[in-house]
């Protein structure tokens, strides 16, 4: 089964979403400033404790969980594509809920 006409319509379908929200988000900047009123709205006031420790945590989770997708794959009866997409979907989640107890507890 061919995967290619289903990439180039995301892909397509995803540019003229992006298009779409930065127009939009365009004209409401504009309008504010038309206005005279601050654009801080826009900023989210969340500071995060540090981006390469969370890209550390998920894609050591990630890996981790290729790992256990391979055991499983070569020792149980498991389909390949099922234990390989579980485990990664699982350990990534888990580094990824490992690190925002890391940020709530530094914060």
């Given at each position: ?9 995301a ?6 979403v ?16 038309e ?12 500071v ?10 998920l ?7 290729l ?21 990664l ?16 507890k530094?914060?």
């Amino acid at each position: 089964m061919d995967l290619t006409p289903v990439f180039v319509m995301a892909v397509i379908f995803g540019s003229i979403v992006m298009l779409v929200y930065l127009n939009n988000r365009k004209k409401e900047r504009m309008m504010l400033i038309e206005k005279g009123a601050d654009s801080s709205i826009f900023t989210s006031g969340a500071v995060t404790v540090s981006p390469s420790l969370k890209w550390g945590i998920l894609l050591t989770g990630l890996a981790i969980g290729l790992l256990i997708g391979n055991l499983l794959d070569i020792h149980s009866g498991m389909p390949g594509e099922v234990a390989y997409f579980s485990m990664l979907f699982l350990f990534g989640g888990i580094g990824l809920i490992t690190y925002y107890l890391i940020e709530r507890k530094k914060l």
